[in-house]
């Protein structure tokens, strides 16, 4: 004790002191979840090279199956390019505030499997869905249809044209939409009448083995 004085030895005190009050009252800097967030969504990888090449309606239906958010109308006066842009925003924005989907939107991009052999009139019907589509018109990415209540009603096989046949019925007054755009996107199969009443058709939905696997891979099943 005797090589401290009094003096050296009040101010280590006092400076000990110090240290533990600004180590209690010491505070760390965290970024707020959301901001954190929005800052790690600027590493996603870039997806406007991906949309420049697209038409504008090419634009629209690749946002509503990439985001199945509602897309409300542009109005025809603004100025094409200018709708473009609007669009790049939304996918921009959809991209780094919500989900990933560069990958997505590379792959239907990319996808060329879109059927366009259907005409006016043929039937469209999806078995992981309850619904018969009826084609009233062919857009340039859709078909725009009618909308029947599926009754499935059971399955046939062909041996000797070796075809998976759904059968399915639906009651043609019985509409339960008028206009619905159904994407050429995906697999169409073909149909044929085998039973018709006043109010009653049945239908035979027929695709090959191969189709039927290729649906469910495509299903992710």
């Not at 000990?16 to 707020?32: A, G, Q, S, V, W």
């Not at 499935?152 to 044209?161: R, Y």
Request: aromatic letters at 14%.
């Amino acid at each position: 004790m005797d090589q401290f004085t009094y003096e050296q030895l009040k101010n280590e005190i006092y400076k000990r002191d110090k240290m533990i009050e600004y180590k209690k009252n010491k505070k760390t800097f965290e970024l707020p979840d959301d901001v954190w967030k929005e800052v790690l969504s600027y590493f996603r990888k870039p997806i406007k090279h991906l949309l420049e090449p697209l038409s504008y309606e090419k634009l629209k239906y690749y946002y509503r199956l990439t985001t199945t958010q509602q897309l409300e109308w542009f109005a025809t006066c603004i100025p094409l390019e200018k709708r473009k842009e609007m669009m790049f925003s939304r996918f921009l924005k959809y991209h780094h505030k919500v989900r990933q989907i560069d990958g997505e939107l590379n792959s239907l991009i990319n996808d060329n499997h879109h059927h366009t052999d259907l005409k006016i009139g043929d039937r469209i019907y999806n078995p992981r869905q309850a619904w018969i589509y009826i084609v009233e018109g062919i857009n340039n990415m859709t078909y725009r249809c009618k909308m029947f209540q599926a009754m499935p009603s059971g399955f046939d096989w062909s041996v000797s044209e070796q075809t998976f046949a759904y059968i399915v019925a639906y009651r043609p007054d019985e509409i339960i939409a008028e206009k619905v755009l159904v994407p050429k996107k995906g697999r169409m199969m073909k149909s044929e009448i085998i039973q018709q009443e006043d109010n009653y058709i049945k239908l035979a939905f027929s695709e090959k083995p191969s189709e039927i696997d290729a649906g469910m891979a495509e299903a992710g099943m």
